[in-house]
């Protein structure tokens, strides 16, 4: 119970000699505050008790009447209070013991500060509520916050002001009006508001940044560095040292979670969308895909984008490009109609006249045309031309009959569709290779030519 404001008390004599008190010390209109709180309580059916040590953060354990309703369905609502009194003259400004807004704030329960402003001479002016919801639950919090970054522990020793003009709700110093100020704070469902009030306690104060860190490592070319900081390969660090960002104060944070990390994959933000045609010997047909674009950090002054689609991506050095596939000869998960544009692609590039044409989406830059720098090397390269024809005559083959395919397929269905090769063959080919053939020792002696 803590008073705000006023000096020592004035009395003077009238009539009798009984003195009229003019300007209560503070003990005293903290002790008529408190006790007009004990004598409103009662009368609004609020079981009023008091807290007799005053470690636990609050002056008083309220409990309000439980409501009509479904017996096994019913709650009670439970709040605690902390009292203040202040005189008519101040700034409007209450303190608290900043460990004791700590206690009082941090448990799941509602939690309000009731404000008594009163006369000098202990006679009830208003009532304010500070519910320690919303904003004045997160200046407590950044208060804590700035007091642990600063390397203060001793909260103990500190004190916290909430201007209960602004941060309150005022109500009439009476029963009624200090039971629906009550209410009011803790709403009609005690657990939503539990849930409500420790997501406030977790959240409040982080943004996306909630944990910050420096990671050290040790790169092995700026081309592996490129790699990493554009989430191409992993990060592989030797160090990490991590920190707790809550308003954009942070402090180190110690996790074992931390000593585990072997691996650590970047995502570099997007600068757009794209498109790219890959274009390979003249009169060929040309693969087009819709990509994203990534640009690397200039460490050492030389431009670096990477263009990433889901199944492969280009590294662009200045006026060169490298390509990519992510595990495609492994892996299905592509649709016919995919497979074959990424075939076409991966083809055109293989013949060694193939080149690279970006252009932004919306005309935004481009076209650019970037020549490959590297030739194309990996599994079945060879067979790149032979494949993408057994996938577009399999396209074509059930254009023909009407139907579209919605399998997931992968390299290995193509060298194993035997048959649909033979069909393509025979059925889009004017002079197929395909042909029918018996054996003669099966069939002789039958008697027929």
Not at 171 to 181: D, H, M, N, S, Y
Not at 226 to 245: C, E, H, S, Y
């Amino acid at each position: 119970m803590a008073v705000m404001g006023g000096s020592e008390g004035e009395a003077r004599a009238e009539g009798d000699g009984v003195p009229v008190v003019l300007d209560l010390p503070n003990d005293e209109l903290g002790a008529a505050a408190e006790g007009l709180f004990i004598y409103l309580c009662p009368r609004a059916l609020i079981v009023c008790n008091k807290s007799d040590r005053d470690r636990s953060g609050w002056d008083f354990v309220v409990d309000l009447p439980m409501q009509d309703g479904i017996l096994d369905q019913r709650s009670k609502t439970t709040c605690h209070v902390q009292l203040k009194a202040t005189k008519s003259v101040g700034t409007g400004n209450v303190q608290l013991r900043l460990s004791a807004a700590d206690l009082l704030a941090k448990s799941p329960l509602p939690a309000v500060i009731i404000v008594f402003r009163m006369r000098p001479d202990g006679t009830p002016i208003r009532g304010y509520v500070v519910h320690l919801l919303g904003a004045p639950l997160e200046k407590l919090l950044r208060r804590l916050r700035h007091e642990q970054f600063i390397g203060n522990r001793d909260i103990n020793r500190q004190s916290i002001s909430f201007d209960y003009r602004k941060l309150g709700h005022p109500f009439e110093v009476t029963p009624q009006g200090l039971r629906a100020a009550i209410e009011r704070a803790c709403g009609p469902d005690p657990a939503a508001y539990s849930a409500e009030k420790l997501g406030q306690l977790a959240e409040l104060g982080y943004g996306d940044d909630r944990i910050v860190g420096d990671v050290f490592f040790r790169p092995d070319s700026d081309e592996q560095l490129t790699r990493v900081v554009l989430g191409m390969v992993p990060l592989k660090p030797l160090a990490i040292q991590a920190f707790d960002n809550r308003f954009d104060m942070p402090v180190p944070y110690d996790h074992d979670m931390l000593n585990a990390v072997e691996e650590i994959m970047l995502s570099p933000p997007s600068a757009g969308g794209c498109e790219i045609v890959v274009t390979g010997a003249p009169l060929t047909p040309p693969a087009t895909f819709h990509a994203e674009i990534f640009f690397a950090p200039p460490f050492d002054a030389r431009l670096r984008m990477l263009i990433r689609h889901a199944d492969f991506s280009f590294l662009f050095h200045e006026r060169e490009a490298d390509f990519e596939t992510k595990g495609i000869f492994e892996q299905g998960g592509r649709t016919l109609d995919d497979l074959v544009m990424l075939l076409r692609a991966m083809a055109n590039l293989a013949s060694g006249e193939g080149a690279i044409v970006m252009s932004g989406d919306d005309g935004r830059f481009g076209p650019i045309k970037l020549p490959m720098s590297n030739v194309l090397t990996g599994p079945d390269v060879e067979d790149l031309p032979a494949l993408y024809k057994i996938a577009s005559d399999w396209r074509r083959l059930l254009e023909l009959a009407g139907v579209r395919s919605k399998a997931s397929l992968a390299i290995g269905d193509l060298w194993d569709s035997r048959w649909i090769q033979l069909a393509a063959d025979l059925l889009l080919r004017a002079k197929p290779e395909a042909r029918f053939a018996f054996d003669t020792d099966t069939i002789a002696g039958m008697g027929a030519p």
